[in-house]
C-alpha cells in the first residue's frame, strides 16, 4: 500500500515538472501578458519582433490556441508616448466637411473643456442681453399704451434671435478618438464589426433645418480603425467581413489615414464626409486556413509583403519544462477569473492528464488553451459552490 502511495506521488511529480507547491497561489505568474503565452515561442519572437518594427501580422491556426492574446500583448509592446488625440471641429465654409485636428494625447480633453467653458459664456451674456431687449420692448410698449403689440415685438425679436442666429456650441470640437491618460497603445478586437463600427460612420440627423438640426462634427463617430490609431486593430475569422470593407480596409493600411462618412445612403450622414482621420495602426488579423482562403487576396498581398504569416502550433512536447508551463498556465487562469480558489496538486495534475489526452497523440500536450481554461474555471465553479478552499482533483474529474 505505501509502495502505490510513493508512486502516485512520483507519477504526480513527474506531471507537474518536478514543481514543489502546495498550491498554484505559490506559482509566480509573469506581470506582461507576452510572457504568460503558452507554447507559442515562435510567435511570441516574431510579435517582439513585429511591435519594435511596427510590421503587420497574420495568425493562422484553430480556435483557442492564443490568438487573441498575443495581439494584446503586442499593444502592451509599443510605445506609449506617440499616442495622439483627434478633434473634429465645424467646419464654417462647408458645414458637411468637418475639420480635424491631432494632438498629443491628454490635450483633446483640455481643449474641449475650455471651449465648453468660453461656449457657455457667450451663452449667457447672449441671454442676457436678449432679456434686457426684451423686458425693454414690454416696458416701453406698456408706457405708450400698446402693451399687446409689445408682447408680439418681443416675442418675435425672441424667436429671431434664438433660433436664427448660430448656436455658441456649434463651434466647440468633439472628442473623436482620447487616449489621455492611457499606459500603454490601443487595442481594439473589431472581430465581426459591420462597416460603421469599423471605419467610421456619421449618425442620421432627423431635424435638418429649422434650427434643431445638430452640427454634423457632432455626429461624426470614429471606427476601430482611428481608435486604433498607433496601436493594434485585431480582427479575428477575417473572412467574414465584407468585401467592400476589406477593400477599405486595404486603403486604410495603406495611406495611414481614412475619411469618415455616412454608411446608409438613406441616412443624412451620407451628405458628410470628414477630413481624412488618421489610422496609423498595426494590423494583427487571424483565422484558420479557410478563413485565409476566404480573405481579400490584395489585402492578405499587402500584410505578408509589410509584415509576418504566424502559424500557431495546437500542441507541444510533453516535456517536464512545458509541464511547468501548463502548471503556470492553470495559475494565471485562476488569478485571471478571480472567483475561484486555487488549485492543489493534485488538481493541476489532472489538467495536465486531460491536456495529454485532448491531443489524441502520444508524448504531446494540447495547446487548445481555451477549452482547457474552460475546465479550470468549471472545476472552480464547483468548488465555489462547495464552499471548498482549494480545488482538488475531484473537482475537476466532475467537471
Not at 502592451?76 to 468637418?98: A, R
Request: charged content about 30%; aromatic content about 6%; proline content about 4%.
Amino acid at each position: 500500500m505505501t509502495d502505490e502511495f510513493e508512486e502516485e506521488e512520483i507519477e504526480e511529480d513527474d506531471l507537474l515538472g518536478g514543481l514543489e507547491f502546495e498550491t498554484t497561489a505559490e506559482i509566480e505568474v509573469p506581470g506582461r501578458l507576452i510572457d504568460q503565452v503558452i507554447g507559442q515561442e515562435h510567435a511570441v519572437e516574431i510579435i517582439k519582433k513585429a511591435a519594435v518594427q511596427r510590421r503587420h501580422v497574420m495568425m493562422i491556426g484553430t480556435p483557442g490556441t492564443g490568438k487573441s492574446m498575443l495581439a494584446r500583448a503586442m499593444s502592451e509592446l509599443l510605445p506609449k508616448e506617440e499616442l495622439q488625440d483627434i478633434l473634429v471641429y465645424h467646419n464654417p465654409e462647408d458645414p458637411n466637411n468637418p475639420r480635424i485636428r491631432v494632438l498629443p494625447a491628454g490635450k483633446g480633453k483640455e481643449i474641449v473643456t475650455i471651449q465648453k467653458e468660453e461656449a457657455r459664456r457667450r451663452a449667457q451674456a447672449r441671454n442676457t442681453f436678449l432679456l434686457l431687449i426684451i423686458f425693454s420692448i414690454v416696458i416701453y410698449a406698456t408706457l405708450v399704451g400698446q402693451f399687446i403689440w409689445g408682447i408680439i415685438a418681443a416675442a418675435m425679436i425672441f424667436m429671431a434671435l434664438k433660433y436664427v442666429m448660430p448656436k455658441e456650441d456649434i463651434l466647440v470640437p468633439k472628442l473623436l478618438v482620447s487616449n489621455e491618460g492611457k499606459e500603454t497603445a490601443p487595442f481594439n478586437d473589431a472581430t465581426g464589426a459591420h462597416a460603421g463600427a469599423l471605419l467610421g460612420d456619421v449618425r442620421h440627423d432627423p431635424f435638418q433645418s429649422g434650427g434643431l438640426e445638430t452640427p454634423a462634427h457632432e455626429r461624426v463617430e470614429a471606427g476601430a480603425i482611428h481608435k486604433s490609431h498607433k496601436g493594434v486593430l485585431f480582427i479575428d475569422e477575417i473572412n467574414t467581413l465584407k468585401i467592400e470593407s476589406q477593400q477599405q480596409l486595404l486603403t486604410a493600411l495603406q495611406e495611414k489615414k481614412y475619411a469618415i462618412t455616412g454608411q446608409s445612403e438613406r441616412s443624412s450622414g451620407a451628405m458628410v464626409k470628414t477630413d481624412p482621420v488618421p489610422c496609423d495602426f498595426i494590423m494583427v488579423a487571424a483565422g484558420n486556413l479557410d478563413a485565409i482562403a476566404g480573405m481579400h487576396p490584395a489585402l492578405r498581398s499587402r500584410i505578408k509583403g509589410y509584415g509576418y504569416e504566424i502559424y500557431m502550433r495546437d500542441t507541444m512536447d510533453d516535456t517536464m519544462e512545458n509541464r511547468r508551463k501548463l502548471v503556470r498556465f492553470v495559475a494565471q487562469e485562476v488569478r485571471k477569473d478571480g472567483k475561484i480558489p486555487h488549485f492543489d496538486r493534485g488538481a493541476v495534475a489532472e489538467i495536465i492528464r486531460e491536456a495529454q489526452r485532448r491531443t489524441g497523440r502520444k508524448n504531446k500536450l494540447s495547446l487548445v488553451l481555451r477549452d482547457l481554461g474552460g475546465l479550470v474555471r468549471v472545476a472552480g465553479d464547483i468548488a465555489t459552490s462547495e464552499e471548498a478552499k482549494v480545488t482538488t482533483a475531484d473537482h475537476v474529474l466532475r467537471a
